[in-house]
């Protein structure tokens, strides 16, 4: 059974931090790229973060580029996302996603949100 567990939202002042876990199981986590995605109350749901299959590689939104960092423990089947220097335009339910390519075929698990509430 494929579980993508999110944890660590919750609510933050502006300027504060807060890092989210995302715990993989059922799948072989290290052939997936994984992703951070967001959808705020009234929006859409948009990109954040994404991390290659060996970590070496990372791509942001132009939103949170410079203030958020996307990482990937492929031992622990985990991925974070550390959020700095929040901003109360951040707040939102946070996604992760596991995604795998091959050829023509795309696979991919979502896992369940997490509010993160970013206010004084």
């Known amino acids: 059974q494929v579980q993508l567990l999110v944890s660590g939202g919750g609510l933050a002042q502006p300027g504060g931090s807060l890092r989210l876990s995302c715990a993989a199981s059922?799948?072989?986590?290290?052939?997936?790229?994984l992703r951070w995605h967001r959808q705020a109350p009234g929006q859409g749901r948009e990109f954040v973060a994404t991390?290659?299959?060996?970590?070496?590689?990372?791509d942001y939104s132009d939103s949170v580029k410079g203030r958020f960092s996307i990482s990937r423990d492929n031992a622990q089947n985990i991925v974070y996302l550390q959020m700095n220097i929040l901003k109360p335009e951040d707040t939102a339910v946070y996604y992760c996603?596991?995604?795998?390519?091959?050829?023509?075929?795309?696979?991919?698990?979502w896992g369940q949100g997490t509010q993160v509430t970013v206010s004084s």
């Open positions: 996603k596991a995604v795998r390519v091959t050829g023509s075929h795309q696979r991919d698990y």
């Open positions: 059922g799948f072989t986590f290290a052939e997936y790229a």
């Open positions: 991390i290659i299959i060996d970590g070496s590689n990372t």
